[in-house]
């Protein structure tokens, strides 16, 4: 079955840097859009940034454009999440999820496989 697993989390100083990686198995990966999304508790999981299959193609939430880089090795089965200037508002969990769908889709029902989150604590 798929599986998606996340790691990288943690807990950082406000305009500091962690890199989120999501390992794939199960799936023939790069024919799969990837993206990453955010929730906090009592809210709505939130669009981060995603990442076509090939890799040629990223797109982000206003809210973490020009802080936040999404890439992918398709060799490795791996996606990534670069977050640079982190701010304490950023702190949540935040979930892997992979898509047969455009790369540009936001809403987490357009997203089929998900991991089971890793924590980032940004301190202010």
């Known amino acids: 079955q798929v599986q998606l697993v996340e790691s990288g989390g943690g807990l950082v100083q406000a305009g500091g840097s962690l890199r989120l990686s999501c390992a794939a198995s199960?799936?023939?990966?790069?024919?799969?859009?990837m993206g990453w999304f955010r929730q906090a508790p009592g809210k709505e999981r939130e669009f981060v940034a995603s990442?076509?299959?090939?890799?040629?193609?990223?797109y982000y939430a206003d809210s973490v454009k020009g802080r936040f880089t999404i890439s992918r090795d398709n060799a490795k089965n791996t996606v990534y999440l670069q977050m640079n200037s982190l701010k304490p508002e950023d702190t949540t969990v935040y979930y892997c999820?992979?898509?047969?769908?455009?790369?540009?889709?936001?809403?987490?029902?357009?997203?089929?496989?998900w991991g089971q989150g890793t924590q980032v604590t940004v301190s202010s």
């Open positions: 990442i076509s299959a090939s890799g040629g193609s990223t």
């Open positions: 999820a992979a898509s047969n769908n455009y790369y540009k889709q936001t809403l987490p029902r357009d997203w089929i496989h």
């Open positions: 199960g799936l023939t990966f790069s024919r799969y859009t």
